[in-house]
């Protein structure tokens, strides 16, 4: 079955900006919302989504505030800040926020095509990863073992002799 295509949010007050980057990554086949200020954005992310690209500056609020909410709310969405900003300080401040990457305006739309895989690619192993770590977490009862019943007999009772029964001689 095919995974739903992922879903970008797109947060920035300027909207020749989010119109340019929900071009591109829905040419790139993902979903792609948007919202143009802070309390947009909180709402659209409670819907659930992959991967947001946030403005550092927005009309109703600083993007690092945003950055925390988002990141209380869901700890594994991953966000990429849009800065026009070059300072060390500013990426410093963002990365230690909790952003997973940044990118400066004005941007290559295909350098920010790269960020986005890079981090959606992240995501995904993440997912992969817990989703692997619950099962293991998962005790080993018999319902467990049922599919391969000789296979769990040898790890309960390794002495256990599991060969075919024989018939009878009579």
Do not use: N
């Not at 690209?53 to 988002?70: A, F, N, Q, S, T």
């Amino acid at each position: 079955p095919d995974m739903p295509a992922p879903t970008i949010l797109v947060v920035d007050d300027e909207q020749l900006i989010r119109w340019s980057l929900k071009d591109r990554l829905t040419d790139e086949g993902y979903r792609v919302v948007e919202a143009e200020t802070a309390a947009a954005a909180i709402a659209r992310s409670e819907d659930g989504v992959d991967l947001v690209l946030l403005d550092y500056k927005l009309p109703d609020e600083d993007g690092l505030v945003v950055l925390r909410r988002l990141r209380d709310l869901d700890p594994d969405t991953l966000v990429i800040m849009l800065t026009a900003h070059r300072s060390v300080e500013t990426v410093v401040e963002a990365i230690k926020a909790g952003a997973f990457d940044y990118a400066t305006k004005p941007f290559d739309l295909d350098d920010v095509a790269v960020r986005v895989s890079r981090a959606l690619e992240t995501t995904r192993l993440r997912r992969e990863l817990r989703t692997l770590r619950d099962s293991l977490a998962r005790p080993f009862g018999l319902a467990a073992c049922l599919p391969s019943l000789p296979a769990c007999a040898l790890m309960v009772a390794p002495g256990l002799d599991i060969a075919p029964a024989r018939p009878r001689q009579t």
